[in-house]
């Protein structure tokens, strides 16, 4: 065997002994569909959390909903990231997610804007979240 070859098993070796960490998928802007923005935006938990993102920070997906099982925060999280409403990025042991804004804003032009003024006072979305909507 290579030497390179001896290296590069120690590598993967070394990876793997970490856990793998998947770098998730992000659709690009000109593949964002209005139909999978609704559908993702349909969901008053995912409602939820696009209007604590709308402040333009990022947050830990862990800080996002309260009284869910981390299986269903992934499937939101999935959700959102994969109509492209979401851009969610690995940083040690957390995600930390944000609003795609400008993607969202150059596709639908006012969609978004007109959404969340339409739920601004949703007692439902804001019982959703951890941080209660603000």
Same mark, same amino acid.
């Given at each position: 065997m290579a030497p390179f070859e001896l290296a590069w098993q120690a590598d993967a070796r070394a990876s793997l002994a970490h856990g793998p960490r998947m770098i998730p998928h992000h659709?690009?802007?000109?593949?964002? *569909?209005?139909?999978? $923005? &609704?559908?993702?935006? =349909?969901?008053?938990?995912?409602?939820?959390?696009?209007?604590?993102?709308?402040?333009?920070?990022?947050r830990s997906c862990t800080a996002l909903l309260r009284d869910q099982t981390k299986?269903?925060?992934? *499937?939101?999280?999935? $959700? &959102?990231?994969?109509? =492209?409403v979401i851009w969610q990025r690995p940083v040690g042991r957390e995600n930390l997610l944000s609003l795609r804004r400008e993607d969202l804003d150059?596709?639908?032009?006012?969609?978004?804007?007109?959404?969340?003024?339409?739920?601004?006072?949703?007692?439902?979305?804001?019982?959703?979240?951890?941080?209660?909507?603000?």
């Open positions: 659709p690009e802007a000109a593949q964002i *569909h209005l139909e999978n $923005v &609704l559908t993702a935006l =349909g969901n008053p938990t995912r409602l939820a959390v696009v209007r604590v993102l709308a402040d333009g920070q990022e299986s269903t925060m992934t *499937h939101h999280w999935r $959700v &959102l990231r994969s109509s =492209g150059a596709r639908f032009p006012g969609l978004l804007d007109a959404i969340l003024s339409a739920t601004r006072d949703d007692a439902l979305t804001d019982a959703s979240t951890a941080w209660g909507g603000r």
